[in-house]
């Protein structure tokens, strides 16, 4: 059977992949970002999926105003980096898993989360950047990849609980896939960050920190945050954090796996149930976002 391994949160900030793309990951401002991808691409490295299903939205780019899927489901064999304007970034084709990714649409599907199917279309900074974060730059993406859009551009976007209640149902997908893939889930946007408006250029670092807090400890409570907190107190983009909810529903903490009740109080899951964090990093700025970043390590 198939394995979620592990779970990926970044932010996906296309600036990030200019200065790899242009050879500036050394210099002063960038330096502080990359270096704390350090662990990240060792890890990475070390720790090789088959498959990542990665979450993350399409900034206009594959879809438009003219049609939005809330949420698709990328099913095709490949998926090339798409031209932003500025010319496709110069990283690998994503090669897909179109049999898992059918699996769990018709998986997810029949467990009533309506899903867009999408058999062609081009992959945006949203994917490519957390890509090359954790891999670096290599001739071919070291696994597949599914691609999964959420609409995060345009109102209205799902609900934090209605992500986190996905993840659940994409795990459960997996789990009944009969081949013995790993497969890691990562969610990606975020964190906080507004790029128009009298508000352009809000960073909360304290909002952050304690999402990533509570995202780690007590997802169920997080989950049910409305879309205005996420936007009064992270700014308008600062919503694409609904995302990584995707993400850390797919995790099962241990207490879920027994089937005790009841660990999800004030205090969130106990500590040894919850998903093992591998690593944690904040810093802030790289363009007009915060980023942030953890791995968390199933423990069954
Ligand atoms: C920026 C961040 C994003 O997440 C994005 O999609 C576009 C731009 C930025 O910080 O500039
Ligand atoms: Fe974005």
Redesign the pocket.
């Known amino acids: 059977m198939a394995r979620i391994t592990a779970s990926v949160f970044t ?5 990030i992949g200019a200065a790899l793309d242009l050879g500036k990951t050394t210099e002063p401002y960038w330096q502080p970002v990359f270096q704390g991808y350090d662990f990240s691409r060792q890890w990475m490295h070390d720790n090789k999926p088959d498959v990542i299903f990665l979450v993350y ?1 399409d ?1 206009a780019t594959a879809f438009s105003l003219e049609m939005i899927p809330t949420f698709a489901i990328g099913t095709a064999a490949a998926f090339a980096p798409a031209d932003e304007g500025w010319g496709p970034r110069p990283v690998p084709t994503v090669i897909g898993h179109p049999e898992l990714a059918s699996h769990i649409a018709q998986s997810v599907i029949q467990d009533d989360f309506d899903l867009t199917i999408v058999n062609k279309m081009d992959v945006d ?2 994917l490519t950047v957390p890509l090359s974060l954790l891999c670096g730059q290599p001739e071919a993406w070291p696994c597949a990849v599914i691609p999964f859009a959420v609409n995060v551009v345009q109102y209205p976007a799902p609900s934090g609980k209605r992500c986190f209640e996905l993840g659940k149902a994409i795990a459960r997908a997996v789990a009944s896939f009969d081949a013995p893939l790993r497969v890691q889930i990562w969610g990606t ?2 964190m906080s ?1 507004q ?1 128009q408006g009298p508000r352009a250029g809000l960073i909360n670092k304290e909002f952050d920190n304690n999402f990533l807090d509570r995202l780690i400890a007590d997802p169920a409570e997080l989950a049910r945050m409305p879309h205005i907190d996420y936007v009064r107190e992270a700014g308008s ?1 600062g919503i ?1 954090l609904v995302m990584w909810l995707i993400a850390r529903g797919a995790m099962a903490d241990v207490a879920d796996v027994a089937g005790v009740a009841g660990v999800a109080g004030v205090a969130g899951v106990a500590d040894g149930a919850r998903p093992r964090v591998a690593h944690r990093f904040y810093h802030v ?5 915060a980023v942030g970043h953890l791995i968390l390590e199933s423990r069954t």
């Open positions: 932010s996906h900030v296309p600036a939205n900034h900074h949203g946007g975020g960050h790029l983009e694409e700025p790289a363009s007009n976002t």
